[in-house]
C-alpha cells in the first residue's frame, strides 16, 4: 500500500463515525428542560426517529404562507416548494408567531421539540415532520460575513 493511500484510508477513517451515523452535540441551553441537540435540518429528515421528541437547535431558510411556516433547507427548496425537504414550524406562543412572521424569507435559527410525524396542510400537502412548542426563532449567524441567501 503506498503511502498516499494509507492517508486517505486513516483520514476517511477519521471523518466516518464507527456506528455510521453522524456526531450529534446535545447541551443544556437554559431555555429548555433537559439538552437541546444541534443538528442539521438534513439530520432530522434523513434520521428523524432519533430525535423525536427531543428538543433541537436547527438552522434554515423560514418560508410562511397561509397554508403553514416551513423551515426549508435552502432557499432554492423553499422557492420551488420542496416540502419534503422542510419542516413545519408551529409555535405555542402569540410572541413566537409575531417573531416567524417578522423574520418570513430569511435564514434563521430555531429552537424547539421535534416531532417525526407526517402533517397534511390545506390543499393535500405534506410536511414529513415538525417542530413543535418554538421556544426561540432567531436570525442565523453567519460566520464568513457573505449572504447566504443571494437574491
Not at 434523513?46 to 437547535?57: E, L, P, S, Y
Not at 397554508?67 to 406562543?93: M, T, W, Y
Not at 421535534?114 to 412548542?133: H, M
Request: net charge negative; hydrophobic share 45%; glycine share 8%.
Amino acid at each position: 500500500m503506498t503511502m498516499a493511500w494509507r492517508h486517505i484510508l486513516i483520514a476517511s477513517l477519521l471523518l466516518v463515525p464507527l456506528n455510521g451515523q453522524a456526531v450529534v452535540t446535545c447541551t443544556a441551553t437554559g431555555k429548555v428542560e433537559g439538552e437541546a441537540c444541534d443538528v442539521s435540518l438534513v439530520q432530522l429528515l434523513a434520521d428523524g426517529k432519533n430525535f423525536d421528541g427531543r428538543h433541537v437547535r436547527v438552522v434554515g431558510y423560514l418560508a410562511g404562507s397561509a397554508r403553514g411556516d416551513i423551515l426549508f433547507i435552502s432557499s432554492d427548496s423553499a422557492r420551488s416548494s420542496d416540502l419534503a425537504s422542510g419542516v413545519l414550524i408551529e409555535p405555542s406562543k402569540r410572541e413566537i408567531r409575531q417573531r416567524i412572521a417578522a423574520l418570513d424569507g430569511q435564514l434563521v435559527r430555531v429552537l424547539g421539540c421535534f416531532k417525526d410525524e407526517s402533517t397534511t396542510l390545506p390543499a393535500n400537502l405534506t410536511v414529513p415532520a415538525s417542530i413543535v412548542d418554538v421556544i426561540e426563532i432567531v436570525p442565523a449567524r453567519v460566520p464568513w460575513g457573505f449572504d447566504p441567501v443571494p437574491d
